[in-house]
């Protein structure tokens, strides 16, 4: 059954065709022929710079009330991913 997970993965699975109504998120056809070519790998810092190139283009670009919203919610994201780093970090004996 499609639905193995009970009344949480029905709700799970409405949800999601509802945002795939509403146009809040796309479908995308796997491509699972391609399997020999490896995805290219983005670091932590790529994803750190471009919040980083976000933040001064929407600020020198957009619209003040959404530059800040946006400010926001970028600074909470980098914060995660600093504390998703430091949580996964090895220590190193000196």
């Known amino acids: 059954s499609a639905f193995e997970g009970g009344d949480s993965s029905i709700a799970d699975t409405v949800c999601h065709e509802i945002a795939v109504a509403n146009g ?5 056809d796997s491509d699972d022929d391609d399997d020999d070519e490896a ?9 750190l710079d471009l919040c980083q190139q976000l933040k001064v283009g929407c600020m020198q ?7 800040l919203d ?16 430091l949580l996964n970090a090895r220590q190193t004996s000196l």
């Open 24 to 28: 809040e998120v796309i479908k995308v």
């Open 39 to 47: 995805d290219p790998s983005i670091t932590r810092q790529d994803i």
């Open 61 to 67: 670009y957009g619209d003040p009330q959404f530059s």
């Open 70 to 85: 946006l400010s926001s919610q970028l600074r909470k994201f980098r914060t995660n991913l600093r504390c998703e780093e």
